[in-house]
């Protein structure tokens, strides 16, 4: 979906402040708050919006470990992968998860508490349907997470 420069704006705001007002955002961007509530819920209702959520400080909350876990399967049929991806989801540790190219079929976003509760997980993800093979990585200290995504006319997605 093709967004104009005024819609951008209103996301990439809300990429950084989902806790905005109607009418600070509207305020922000030198917009009346009726039509900025309305851009707004066009958007949600497209989906370009997809929700709003608190971040946590995973430390703090409890969870000192981020490891990344490759996963190859040892079946590629789909209902292999279905099988997989059902389980991923229904795994509270991991907190994202992508089907990849390379030496991996999956990477796992998994955090835990320490490595006893690491292990445990290990544990899960191995006994998960139709897993071969697996190698972690694990995350020293986080640089980058969870950034806004860049709307710029450079991605040539955007209007003017």
């Known amino acids: 979906m093709d967004i104009n420069k005024t819609d951008s704006q209103i996301l990439?705001?809300?990429?950084?402040?989902?806790?905005?007002?109607?009418?600070e955002l509207a305020e922000q961007i030198n917009l009346s708050p009726s039509p900025c509530l309305r851009r707004v819920k066009q958007m949600e209702s497209k989906g370009l919006i997809q929700g709003y959520r608190a971040t946590l400080d995973r430390v703090k909350i409890g969870f000192s470990m981020t490891v990344?876990?490759?996963?190859?399967?040892n079946n590629h049929s789909g209902s292999a992968s279905s099988a997989f991806e059902a389980s991923v989801l229904a795994m509270q540790n991991v907190i994202s998860a992508y089907l990849t190219s390379g030496a991996a079929d999956y990477r796992l976003e998994v955090v835990a508490e320490d490595l006893p509760d690491y292990e445990r997980i290990?544990?899960?993800?191995?006994?998960?349907?139709?897993?071969k093979d697996i190698h972690?990585?694990?995350?020293?200290?986080?640089i980058k997470t969870a950034a806004p995504l860049p709307l710029t006319k450079a991605s040539g997605k955007t209007k003017a």
């Open 122 to 131: 290990l544990k899960e993800v191995q006994t998960l349907p139709h897993v």
């Open 12 to 23: 990439t705001l809300l990429q950084y402040d989902g806790r905005l007002s109607n009418v």
């Open 68 to 73: 990344f876990i490759e996963v190859s399967l």
């Open 136 to 142: 972690s990585n694990f995350a020293i200290r986080a």
